[in-house]
């Protein structure tokens, strides 16, 4: 009833006002002189101008629009309804003609299209501009004052919503940014305030209680100083996500979250080529093996935006795939999905899962990877790593697939591990499959992604939340870091860009102390390390390296399309070894840690399983 009462006044607005407009251009026409004959002619077409008009602004949607969010569209459609109103009149006005005059004289409708534009937008934007000052008075009364980092698009975008939000709860005072050119400038009716530096000044001049960074194309360096200049200010600091996590486009206030480690840690936004990305994806048939973990669900996720076919979710663990499977559901209700509960390690419900699917693209995402559970469950690791990777490479083969994507590690290079030995033979087996198959067959390889199962990060997390110690195996461990959403991005681009048998390796940047990440995840959390929170320092755990590469010193990389992709160009697969090797693991019923080893050694010759003391004697 309220939508219905608001439309009825703003009829009987606009039918005063397009008769104002008519009236007065009359008078501007004859210098305030109206003669008699067009008063006359103005009240007897009067009534049927202005019901032309009204149906014209109803046609145009003129009574559908919130105009307390007016923008620039909205005027276009006032100045097209205005001007099509404008023509029907005209039309209408050879009706009244007497005499061959017209009732009225043809600039009166020339200038009363212009006073109705003015009118008719200027009642339509005073209305926003009394609603947005309401809200804003409002909020100076009773919210909480946030001060904006970043006066681009993204925090025109912050202060916009935090505008639209018709609560007490956000008044956004102003913007801070280091571009000399935007000093002092006003953004939304809200001033520049001054550079990152000015910060703790402008929290005690405000008062401000919360500190926005809008900056999501920033790099994490960046990100990292803006933090320790708010971080003594004792306001709530929050972040808007980056570009990645944008995946719309669009800025909301839910978005904005408090600032994690993530945000610390990332860089550019990563591009990708989406009409490309579309080509090999949409109405397609897609499978994404491990579709429950922290990279296949979010490999899901990203594929659904790419309107396939079919996507189908396989997975071992029933619970993880019922959970991606039931939040895919919710969020893309038109998308053919197929949960499949099956062990990589099976061939024949592998094959099939491929005779009932068909698919077109595979992501192979499953497998074990914690590296010290796997040094005491080696044969489990060689089974689902190797030979569940092989069982659906060969499937892949077997029934046409188009590309073929291994999910790989940095692990694999120079293997220490039984994890990362694992996950290079099953490199070996892609690479031997590329050779023969008419198959795209290819692997990424890429370091730590931040936030996955068993990853420090959520580790670090309930440490701090219990009070700590928080545990570092060692001062100089370093490890290369990812956040999900940046790896999955760039993995479905290089699955866009393989002709077979590449292994493309990500450029994960500079690597990371893990005693520095533990340091700053104490400070997000509002404590100081080593006094709030202790770091203890535990040993370096068994198959575990001080550092990864990402390349050996046999490999050579190439550069591609991307500049955050290279392909590494691997020592050649020696073939009978490889068959031999998947020979004697098909039909082994179980090996021993001792068994595997030398099984692995046979394949990659510099493979020693070092123990922790002596790995940790190499940094």
């Known amino acids: 009833m309220a939508r219905y009462r608001w439309m009825f006044i703003f009829i009987v607005v606009d039918a005063v006002l397009v008769n104002m407009a008519l009236l007065l251009a009359l008078w501007l026409r004859f210098d305030g002189n109206i003669p008699a004959q067009y008063y006359a002619s103005y009240r007897s077409t009067a009534l049927l101008f202005t019901l032309v008009w009204l149906i014209s602004f109803y046609a145009f949607g003129l009574y559908a629009r919130m105009w307390q969010y007016a923008s620039v569209n909205d005027l276009l459609s006032i100045v097209g309804a205005v001007t099509a109103g404008v023509f029907v009149n005209i039309s209408l006005a050879y009706f009244y003609m007497e005499g061959g005059k017209f009732p009225l004289p043809r600039t009166v409708f020339i200038i009363a299209w212009l006073l109705n534009v003015v009118l008719i937008g200027g009642f339509r934007f005073s209305w926003r501009l009394f609603l947005k000052r309401g809200i804003h008075f409002g909020r100076l009364r009773a919210g909480r004052p946030v001060l904006i980092v970043g006066a681009g698009e993204a925090g025109a975008a912050v202060a916009r919503e935090l505008n639209n939000q018709n609560n007490h709860h956000h008044v956004p005072v102003g913007f801070v940014d280091d571009d000399p050119a935007k000093q002092k400038m006003q953004l939304f009716g809200l001033p520049v305030l001054g550079t990152r530096e000015d910060i703790p000044r ?111 979710l396989l997975g071992h663990g029933e619970n993880s795939i019922f959970e991606i499977h039931r939040e895919l559901s919710q969020g893309y209700p038109e998308l053919e999905l197929a949960p499949a509960i099956v062990d990589v390690r099976d061939a024949a419900s592998v094959n099939r899962l491929f005779v009932v699917h068909r698919p077109h693209v595979v992501f192979h995402a499953a497998a074990h990877k914690h590296v010290p559970l796997m040094e005491e469950n080696a044969f489990e690791a060689l089974k689902n790593n190797v030979w569940g990777t092989f069982n659906v490479a060969r499937a892949a083969h077997d029934y046409n697939v188009r590309t073929f994507v291994l ?61 700590g110690p928080v545990t570092v195996t060692h001062p100089e461990m370093t490890r290369y870091f990812m ?137």
Request: with cysteine; proline share 5%.
């Open 202 to 312: 402008l929290v005690d001049r405000y008062a401000i209680e919360e500190i926005i960074i809008a900056m999501p194309s920033v790099p994490g360096r960046v990100i990292r100083e803006i933090v320790e200049i708010c971080r003594p200010t004792g306001a709530k600091l929050r972040i808007l996500p980056g570009i990645y996590e944008l995946i719309d486009g669009k800025v909301t206030v839910s978005q904005i979250r408090n600032v994690e480690v993530e945000d610390l840690l990332g860089r550019e936004p990563v591009k990708v080529n989406l009409e490309e990305i579309a080509g090999y994806l949409e109405d397609r048939i897609v499978l994404v093996t491990g579709a429950g973990g922290s990279i296949g669900s979010e490999l899901c996720r990203q594929i659904a935006q790419f309107n396939p076919r079919k996507l189908i």
């Open 483 to 619: 956040t999900i959403p940046e790896a999955v991005q760039l993995i479905i681009q290089a699955g866009a860009m393989a002709r077979g048998g590449e292994i493309f390796v990500l450029d994960m940047g500079e690597p990371v102390k893990i005693v520095e990440l533990a340091e700053t995840m104490i400070r997000l959390s509002g404590f100081e390390p080593g006094e709030d929170i202790e770091i203890v320092f535990t040993g370096v755990r068994p198959g575990e390296k001080l550092s990864e590469e990402l390349l050996t010193s046999a490999e050579k990389v190439n550069s591609t399309r991307h500049e955050r992709i290279f392909i590494a160009r691997p020592e050649p697969v020696d073939s009978a070894k490889l068959n031999h090797f998947l020979s004697v693991l098909g039909n082994a019923g179980w090996l021993s840690e001792e068994e595997a080893v030398a099984l692995l050694q046979g394949l990659i010759p510099n493979f020693r399983k070092e123990k922790w003391n002596k790995v940790a004697q190499v940094g």
């Open 407 to 467: 999910i790989s590690t940095d692990k694999a290079v120079n293997p220490v591990s039984i994890m990362g030995a694992t996950k290079r033979v099953a490199e070996m087996v892609v690479q031997e499959m590329a050779l023969k198959s008419k198959t795209c067959f290819a692997a990424v390889r890429f370091g730590n992604v931040l936030g996955s199962r068993g990853s420090v990060v959520p580790i670090f997390k309930k440490q701090i939340a219990s009070g």
